[in-house]
């Protein structure tokens, strides 16, 4: 014989009281006489909504000190350099002309 239909919140009360049931889905929804997707879908009706948006506090990042020296080399590359490091390689070693000589061999 048919099972009488049940009403909308018997549905919603059993979706609720699978969770301390103990049972899996299948054999709670055996027990109950209905189909497994008809007890998925109200449990997703009980479910606890997520946020669908989150509130963010948001801050543009820190664009990096402009260079204190720029050199632009006859193949297009551009060395920026802060005034700190200019002074480094410009000291004993000559390494600012080894720079050069390696970013631009001609």
């Not at 479910?47 to 632009?72: G, K, M, T, Y």
Request: glycine share 4%; aromatic share 4%; with cysteine.
């Amino acid at each position: 014989m048919k099972q009488p239909r049940r009403t909308r919140q018997q549905l919603l009360d059993y979706a609720q009281k699978f969770a301390t049931s103990g049972q899996s889905r299948a054999a709670y929804a055996a027990s109950l006489g209905i189909a497994v997707h008809t007890l998925d879908h109200y449990r997703r009706q009980v479910r606890p909504r997520q946020p669908q948006l989150l509130e963010i506090d948001w801050q543009p990042p820190s664009l990096p000190p402009a260079p204190d020296c720029a050199i632009v080399l006859s193949n297009g590359r551009r060395i920026e350099l802060s005034a700190a490091c200019l002074a480094h390689l410009a000291g004993p070693g000559d390494l600012l002309q080894k720079l050069l000589s390696a970013a631009d061999p001609h």
